[in-house]
């Protein structure tokens, strides 16, 4: 437990992730289901197609449907451009998220079939992870997949000796001072369960349980307003 | 989904009496809303929606060397993405072939109207300019995402504020911006594109109006001046049907021009 | 019957041991959990969940609508909107087809009102032999997500009948989320596409026939003032 109050450069308890967060459902009238999330000033909106014919077809699996994410930053969404196309850091959160939403994915008849989940950030302030899973899960939830139920995602981690949650940028990249800063996306199903987790930086055993429980409890606030933009997706 | 062949037949009908599905004429473009700065890391950004047809555009900026042959002018740089999140036309990968036409007719609709004042973006000739990337991005694709691109340039361009540089260290200073805007000509160009259906030529086609497009000719142009044009498609034009076009150009371009003037003074 | 209310997935809809898991949802325990995102209704104990989106799942009896996606030497291959292949025999087809001739009787992109005969390992096989089944002609095709279906068509068909007689149409819905349009006038088949469009969106809500009933009443007004 830290011993005085942390203080965060923009003002935020330790405890306190980034206000707003909002979401909506539905933005994308193409796609068979489709959402948008923020977190602080950090957006990604998602796209979902399928389930549909998988090709090639030697990448089908004829014993239960496959998800498929594409995760991409749109060159503009950062302060210093991202040349458009594919980066050894966005294949590796496509498959994060893959196995971060998989778990309570309900495919298996859907043999031979893609589902594809698209999902763009439009702008980013770290998190962004984060944010592309929250708004997968609602688009894979709108697009009628069979599901057990939705996962909500939010890091925690540390800045120097104190447990924080929800790392924006300048925490993530350039907070330097002690013991430097500590990332730690994680997601969770609404009954406690971890569908993903990633640490990078240092922290001790104690400092990681700590973390996680204050990422457990946020997500369920997560999960509220996932929930929300759910049912409001249909009231024009 | 591809446009059923009935429905083809119906659209073309419909046209050759001088009507279209959605009520609206020939000529006529569907609601365009265009919001600014919607992506704040950018130097500029604007969202556009044509109908239910939506385009992110953003503007960055960086300071390199110029062209060997242009020493006191900035660069350029415009690139389009057709994202697969836009429709279930487009996969994952490499950028095909309409992508690279879409960045590349866009790309000559603002560097030959010299609407970017690009010797103003040099700094020191010869060493170093500003660079100014534009990249456009489909968010919806209900048809015409090349005339929403371009409204959304112009958008983008007109609102976007040059980053701070640091001249002692020689570099930007990435999510600084300054209150200087870029430096653009005065007069706008529009880009519009007309489709040629059967004998008719209509503006701002949906999904299902494209599908049935034989030939299709985007023009770039301001106040009466033309500065780039490209045909698409395979069919061929008579030079009547071109004098019928420019004709076409210069009425939407001024009923373009008061409604981009709306969301951007 | 209890007022329908929006769920997601993973969301307890009611607790009780004396309830019944349907379709979409499952029992946790006392609870009955949604499965799926859409309207929950219960009715005589059974909870089911009514979905919103999502494929088109076929079953034996239904009519679909399908496009030809190849034909080969003893039948053409639809694409219904499934993964499964499927296949219409020209055996299946009521009159007699030459095996060089297929293409005459339906050609590449041609679309077609058919039935789902047998689903087996090898896909789906349908049949063109029935009333009502056969080659579309022409009209207008319309797209909308296959669980909207039982809403476009209505309790005993009542809603389909509406729009088919307001809007003077012959209507073919396909359980595939295919809707065959075809009228004397363009106008015609234009104003069942608005009002099928109409019913889709507004899908969830409870006193759909009274609304869309409202909503000819408008569009009548309208097309007169207009004066087409």
Known sequence: MAAKTFKRKDGRKPEEFRKPISAKVGIIPNADGSAMWQSGKTIAIAAVYGPKELHPRNQRDPAAGILRCNYNMLSFSVTDRIRPGPSRRSTEISKIM?????????????????????????????????????AAAMALAHAGIPMKSLVSSIAAGKLDKTVVLDLDKYEDSEFEEGEGSTDIPMTFTPDGKLTHIQIDGKISKEQLKQAIELAKNAAKEIYEVQKKALKEANKK | METPHINQE???????????FDKRKLEEFRELEIETGVSKNAEGSARVRLGKTEVLVGIKMNVSTP????????????????????????????????????????????????????????????????????????????????????????????????????????KVL????????????????????????????????????????????????????????????????????????????EKAWKDLFKKLEKFVK | MTDRKIVIPGEVIVKGNDFLPGEGTERNGEEIVALRYGLAE?????????????????????????????????????????????????TEVPRYVNKDGLDEVMDFGDMA????????????????????????????IVKINPNKVPRII???????????????????????????????????????????????DKSFISGLTEEVQKWFEKESKGEKNNGS
């Open chain 1, 98 to 134: 893959e196995w971060a939403l998989e778990p309570v994915l309900l495919i298996d008849k859907f043999q031979s079939m893609v589902i594809d989940v698209h999902v763009n950030i439009i702008q980013a302030d770290a998190g962004t992870r984060c944010a592309a899973i929250n």
């Open chain 2, 67 to 170: 062209y060997p042959d242009s020493p006191n002018k900035g660069n350029l740089m415009v690139t389009a993405e057709l994202l697969p999140l836009s429709s279930d036309r487009f996969e994952n990968g490499p950028p095909k072939f309409p992508a690279i036409e879409l960045g590349r007719v866009l790309d000559r609709v603002v560097r030959e109207s010299g609407f970017i004042d690009v010797e103003k973006l040099c700094i020191k000739e010869g060493e170093k300019v500003w660079t100014v990337f534009i990249d456009v991005y489909s968010i919806n694709d209900d048809g015409n995402i090349m005339d929403a691109a371009g409204f959304g340039i112009i958008a983008a361009l007109k609102t976007a504020k040059i980053p701070k540089y640091d001249e002692k260290e020689e």
């Open chain 3, 154 to 200: 209505g309790k005993e068909g009542s809603m389909i009948k509406m729009i088919k007689d307001e809007t003077n149409c012959n209507i073919t819905v396909g359980q595939n989320g295919l809707i065959w349009i075809k009228g004397d006038k363009v106008e015609d088949e234009l104003f069942a596409k608005r009002a099928i469009n109409f019913v889709s």
């Open chain 3, 42 to 90: 219960e009715s005589n104990k059974l909870v089911k969940i009514i979905p919103l989106s999502g494929p088109y799942l076929p079953r034996r009896g239904n009519v679909v609508i399908g496009k030809v996606e190849n034909i080969t030497f003893n039948g053409w291959v639809l694409d219904i909107g499934t993964a499964e292949t499927t296949f219409l025999s020209l």
């Open chain 2, 174 to 249: 990435f999510g600084e911006l300054t209150d200087n805007p870029l430096p653009l000509a005065k007069h706008t160009p529009i880009s519009l594109t007309f489709h040629k259906i059967g004998k008719d030529f209509i503006v701002d086609p949906t999904r299902e109006e494209e599908d049935i497009s034989e030939t299709r000719i985007t023009i770039g142009s301001y106040d009466g001046n033309i500065s780039s044009m490209q045909k698409g498609e395979k069919a061929s034009i008579t030079l009547e049907e071109m004098d019928k076009i420019l004709e076409l150009n």
């Open chain 2, 10 to 20: 119906r659209i073309k009908k419909f046209l050759s009496e001088g009507k279209r």
């Open chain 3, 113 to 140: 009102v058919a039935k789902i005969w047998t689903i087996n390992k090898r896909g789906i096989d349908l049949t063109i032999k029935g009333r009502g089944l056969g080659k579309i002609d022409e009209g207008i």
